[in-house]
């Protein structure tokens, strides 16, 4: 099942959210080794405001299997404050219609060489 929460709705959804950000530190950080901003085993960085739109795929025992969020690019953009050099005709993509995909979350539902394949 997938649902959908807004940043404003941390403390509605407490449970979603704190599993959300150890989800991402555990894959982003421990996984994957990034550099990240982090506060007790949780990733949470500037671009979890109260605008984000979280996207969660939820199982039948409520965990995420995957998620990602979208930010509105008016306020908040990965790309145009880090990765500048991305946009090619240079100007930053920051329109009230224009939102930026990013932390994208996929897990396998088989854990297994082969299935990784």
């Known amino acids: ?26 894959i982003f950080i ?3 080794g ?19 739109i979280y996207f969660l795929d939820i199982n039948d025992d409520g965990r995420i299997e995957g ?9 908040a953009s990965l790309t145009a404050d880090y990765f500048p050099h991305l946009i090619e005709n240079g100007e930053p993509p920051r329109a009230p219609d224009i939102y930026e995909a990013t932390r994208y979350i996929v897990l396998p539902t ?7 394949r």
């Open 67 to 75: 998620t990602v969020r979208i930010t509105p690019t008016e306020r």
């Open 34 to 52: 990034w550099s990240l901003p982090s506060l007790k085993g949780r990733e949470i960085d500037q671009y979890d405001i109260d605008e984000a």
């Open 30 to 32: 421990d996984n994957r």
């Open 1 to 26: 099942m997938v649902i959908v929460l807004r940043g404003r709705e941390r403390a509605t959804y407490p449970g979603f959210f704190d599993q959300l950000f150890k989800l991402r530190h555990q």
């Open 110 to 116: 088989h854990k297994s060489r082969q299935a990784n």
